[in-house]
């Protein structure tokens, strides 16, 4: 199976990436192998760029919701969100668009229909490797890191990956949220769904 789409245009999306902190420039090099344009939000400002879709990358949930809140951008973000705009959010990512965090108090955007677990396998399986299926595409790889599970899916969101019975991957309409870290495997797959949102 190859991973890489044919005869796949992607020249029209633009891709906002949040690069508040975390791992977003390996979002960046994907979504610019695939062909389409990026662009990085640091401040509202940014903003005002014309951008159709939103990538949320790993990093550190609390920090990166606190920063989103004191550069204004939590609110305008949200609002898209909500009205449709196509998301991803990896780890952190997942844990920023989660309705609900067990034990927690992340305050991110709470759009997506699922109770997340943060940091959710403890310390000695903090980072590991597998491969396991996801919704139509079948077996991708997945790295997680310091990941958080999805303890609960909502009777919005629907299930797109688990591994060893734990949820990893949900979605609600153009909201795709991964436990893993799909931007650190060389299979873009995942990316090129999100695009074809
Ligand atoms: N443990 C981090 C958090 O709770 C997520 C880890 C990651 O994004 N790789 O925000």
Request: charged share 20%.
């Amino acid at each position: 199976m190859s991973n890489s789409p044919i005869n796949t245009d992607n020249s029209a999306h633009t891709v906002a990436v949040l690069a508040v902190q975390g791992a977003f420039l390996e979002h960046r090099l994907m979504l610019e192998k695939l062909g389409a344009r990026v662009i990085e939000l640091r401040q509202a400002r940014d903003l005002e760029q014309s951008f159709d879709r939103l990538v949320l990358p790993g990093g550190e949930s609390t920090v990166q919701a606190k920063l989103l809140r004191e550069q204004n951008m939590l609110e305008p973000l949200r609002e898209r969100i909500a009205g449709g705009m196509p998301v991803l959010g990896t780890c952190a990512g997942l844990i920023l668009l989660a309705k609900n965090v067990e034990g927690n108090e992340v305050n991110g955007f709470g759009t997506l229909d699922v109770t997340v677990k943060r940091n959710a396998y403890g310390r000695q399986l903090g980072s590991f490797h597998c491969d396991a299926n996801f919704g139509d595409l079948g077996a991708v790889p997945m790295t997680f890191i310091r990941a958080p599970y999805i303890a609960e899916v909502g009777s919005n969101a629907e299930t797109l990956a688990t591994v060893d019975g734990h949820v990893v991957a949900a979605r609600q309409g153009n909201q795709i949220g991964t436990s893993f870290h799909p931007e650190l495997d060389s299979d873009t797959r995942i990316h090129q769904l999100f695009l074809n949102l």
